[in-house]
């Protein structure tokens, strides 16, 4: 007891005076250590049942702190086991309800039960003596721990300096760890970790270590709020010191540019050659920036908005090649066919060769997907040596993607059109608006408007963007856009371009494309450039036929190049097979049956004529955005309700065509030699078929109304005969669009006579003679003019007319 009685100043008396079961105070904040007199404050009522019971009892009371602060009403789960057993020394009730207590720190205790009591927190507890430790070792630690205390307290502002000499002033070890322990500003669950432990030994232990711990990471605060500190002592003294320059050269009436950035700055602004106008924005923008502080928000905005004033041209420009052959030879290099738009360039460029500036250059390239709309831009750049830059219009909702945001906005930006021109760096590039039909609107405004501006010759010469806030001259711009569908594109927009229909590619041109450009490509890609490689006409015509169905040649071009995977792989297993990798070069056919073989299944199937002439059954014409086809209407009539069924999934013009087609033939039936009530208890069915496509359009009139004619007169019509054409109540046949396509389509399917509107035939003069051959065109004008050619059995009619007209197109 004697050795135990140097490492504590434990009183062992008092001890003895402590009764085993105590009332248990839950601390929510603190740690109460022993040797410490500290005020708590009691506010709940089981605690102030707990306080009040101590204080009539032994005034001894049991402190122990909660695990988690937060928890209002703790059960005795939630309370840590060890804690500090302390003598209440005065208690004070305040008018509040509340109760104030001292409370002084006796020794370490450590519940081992809980009691029944429902009122308070009460527990036997048990006394932790402090155990024996070697004298030597003791020692070491408590100077250690001495050291690092004084560190800590040197470091950390929040403990008084004179905690270091109340310190030293102890000389029992419990109280001088106890003593610390107390002073460490840390969380409840670290300083737990001290009464946890049992020896001094361990206790000195936990505490050198948690005093290392805070050491460091003192310093590192410490550290960190120095930089700063210096920062903001150098932004100062920068900010002064510029102040005082700035004063001194307005006393002197110096203009010399003290700050390199702003002399860079200046001659910056002097090299862009800028209009008058906006080089005077630009410098008073530039003094605005010399008056702001390096650290205010707005000279970051100067000084973005004067890098872009600065950045985008405004008087560099590449020279035209203005040589027609050679534009006209490029053109032809990178394209196969599409004779307008090419024909349209070089007569831009011949003009171009006479006045040096045209305005009113704005060309919309209208087609279906995979034409070469963009690539024919492309071209156009290359042509004639301007610089190319695209930007997509499609899904562009915000007018600002356009016009720019202006600069009140945090990160705002110029918008499309003078970002490229930024990218281009001239002022006469070629700008393709991609997609200009895919723009929408929404609440933040009509994109599409604001390209009325842009594309307005009459206006585009001082476009303003709303960041830059300048006029800008875009008329030296060669505008191109492109669209998929003219309707989508807005009518003032179409007002202020030149359309250019680029229709799809015909068989023929889908086979000189591919062997022109597609194969080369795709050979070199595929590194088969370096062997013979036979690819006939016959395998290229089967994957067009057999395996796309497209306007373009994207999937075309898709199809190709899995073929030529499949024959490197080939390739490859056949010269390892060999043993001959690389030494022997290998010849290779590709054949239909090889197309077939690596490709599948074909996808698509042609259209045919029927054979047999049936009743009912009319072939049509029709266009599609992959091109032309044919078009089977199928009529019957049988006893039921007086009404006409259209199937097909057919859309509301095409459903209008047809009551139309039946409203002509009952008023004319006498002259079709119908009777005059052929429909009084019959219902007249027509059927489309394939179902899953939808169909829409008037050019079925003419075939609706045959196709009723023949099931209601009983005569088959010509399996080898197709027609298209409107139809109006009085039987004119009215012109219909996409003849070539049409043509095309028969041509393919084995059509022989193909009927068209008179009014047409003014386009047959456009249409290639590949399309034409092996078909009898002719041209009607009436609804009766077709019957003579499509039923055999009817006596002919109007035969001067239809005569001539074939003669002249057999020509």
């Known amino acids: 007891m004697s050795e135990d009685s140097k490492n504590s100043s434990v009183d062992l008396s008092i001890v003895e005076d402590i009764p085993k079961i105590l009332a248990v105070l839950p601390l929510r904040d603190n740690v109460i250590f022993p040797y410490m007199i500290f005020p708590v404050l009691v506010g709940r009522e089981h605690s102030i049942k707990a306080a009040n019971y101590a204080l009539e009892s032994s005034k001894y009371i049991f402190l122990s702190a909660q695990k988690k602060a937060n928890i209002e ?54 006394v932790v003596f402090p155990q024996s430790e070697d004298q030597r070792e003791l020692s070491a630690m408590i100077r250690q721990m001495s050291n690092l205390f004084k560190d800590y307290v040197k470091i950390n502002k929040s403990i008084p300096a004179e905690a270091i000499g109340a310190y030293e002033n102890i000389d029992e070890p419990d109280r001088k760890l106890f003593y610390v322990a107390a002073n460490i500003v840390q969380s409840i669950e670290v300083k737990q970790s001290i009464l946890k432990k049992f020896s001094i030994k361990e206790q000195i232990y936990e505490i050198i270590r948690i005093l290392n711990s805070e050491i460091d990471i003192l310093k590192v605060e410490k550290e960190i709020e120095t930089k700063v500190q210096e920062n903001i002592t150098k932004t100062q003294r920068k900010f002064i010191i510029q102040e005082q320059i700035r004063i001194l050269q307005d006393e002197l009436g110096e203009e010399e540019e003290v700050s390199p950035e702003f002399a860079k700055l200046k001659g910056s602004i002097k090299k862009a050659k800028m209009p008058k106008e906006v080089h005077d924005k630009a410098i008073d923008e530039l003094n605005k920036l010399k008056k702001t502080p390096s650290s205010s928000p707005e000279s970051t905005v100067l000084r973005n908005y004067l890098e872009w004033l600065i950045e985008v041209p405004w008087h560099r420009k590449t020279k035209d090649n203005l040589d027609l052959t050679n534009v006209r030879k490029i053109l032809d290099e990178d394209h196969f066919g599409l004779e307008k738009p090419k024909e349209r360039i070089v007569e831009h460029i011949a003009v171009l060769n006479l006045v040096k500036q045209m ?64 990218k281009a760096k001239t002022i006469n ?21 604001a390209m009325l501006e842009v594309l307005d010759p009459e206006q585009n010469h001082t476009f303003n963007d709303h960041y830059l806030d300048v006029d800008y001259d875009l008329s030296k711009v060669m505008f191109i856009t492109t669209a998929n569908v ?32 597609i194969i080369p490509k795709q050979l070199k890609g595929h590194g088969l450039d370096k ?49 001959n990798k690389g030494k022997k070069k290998v010849d290779f056919n590709i054949d239909v049956d090889k197309v077939r073989d690596y490709l599948g299944v074909q996808k698509y199937r042609l259209q045919k004529a029927e054979k047999d002439s049936r009743i009912g059954s009319v072939t049509g014409l029709a266009w599609t955005s992959v091109g032309g086809d044919i078009l089977h209407v199928d009529s019957t009539i049988m006893d039921g309700s007086e009404k006409l069924t259209i199937t097909g999934q057919i859309g509301n013009v095409m459903k209008e065509s047809a009551q139309a087609a039946l409203s002509y033939l009952r008023t004319n039936a006498k002259e079709f030699g119908l009777k005059a009530n052929f429909q009084k208890g019959k219902e007249i069915h027509i059927h489309l078929p394939e179902g899953a496509i939808p169909k829409d359009g008037p050019s079925a009139g003419i075939t609706l109304t045959m196709a009723m004619y ?94 001539k007209t074939t003669t002249r197109k057999k020509r």
């Not at 060309?363 to 070469?372: K, T």
């Not at 306007?551 to 010269?575: C, H, M, P, W, Y």
């Not at 009983?714 to 109540?729: C, F, H, N, Q, Y």
């Open 73 to 126: 009403e703790p059960t005795t789960d939630d309370i840590y086991e060890e804690g500090t057993i302390a003598k209440i020394i005065q208690i004070l009730r305040l008018p509040n309800g509340l109760m104030k207590i001292l409370v002084d720190g006796m020794i370490q205790g450590r519940i081992t039960k809980f009691t029944d009591n429902k009122d308070f927190f009460e527990a036997e507890v048990e």
């Open 359 to 422: 305005r009113g250059q704005i060309l919309c390239f209208v087609g279906p997907p995979g034409v070469g709309k963009t690539s024919l831009g492309k071209s156009i750049a290359r042509a004639i040596n301007r610089k190319f830059v695209r930007i997509s219009l499609g899904g562009v909702r915000d007018e600002a993607e356009i016009r720019g945001h202006r600069r009140t906005y945090i990160g705002s930006l110029p918008g499309k059109i003078l970002q490229s021109m930024k």
């Open 429 to 449: 590039p070629v700008m393709l608006l991609d997609e200009i039909d895919k723009m929408s609107m929404d609440f933040r405004g009509d994109p599409s408007s």
């Open 486 to 517: 003219r309707y989508n594109i807005p009518l003032p927009l179409q007002d202020r371009m030149e359309i250019i229909e680029l229709p799809g590619y015909l068989e023929h041109e889908k086979m000189q494309i591919a062997k022109r450009h």
């Open 531 to 579: 062997f013979k490689i036979d690819f006939n006409d016959e395998a290229v015509s089967a994957i067009i036929q057999e395996y796309t169905r497209e306007a373009g040649v994207r999937n075309l071009e898709r199809e190709i190049s899995t073929v030529f995977r499949k024959t490197a792989r080939d390739i490859i297993l056949e010269q390892a097979k060999n043993g």
């Open 710 to 803: 023949s099931a209601l007169s009983g005569k088959p019509a010509r399996s080898d005969v197709a027609m298209t054409g409107e139809i109006t109540l009085r039987g004119n046949v009215l012109a219909i669009g996409g003849l070539n396509e049409k043509l095309l389509a028969a041509q393919r399917s084995g059509i022989k006579t193909v009927l068209i509107p008179k009014e047409n035939e003014k386009d047959l003069s456009e249409i290639k003679e590949e399309v034409k051959t092996g078909l009898k065109i002719i041209c009607i004008e009436n609804i009766k003019d077709a019957i003579p050619h499509l039923f055999r059995t009817t006596r002919r009619r109007r035969t001067t007319t239809t005569t």
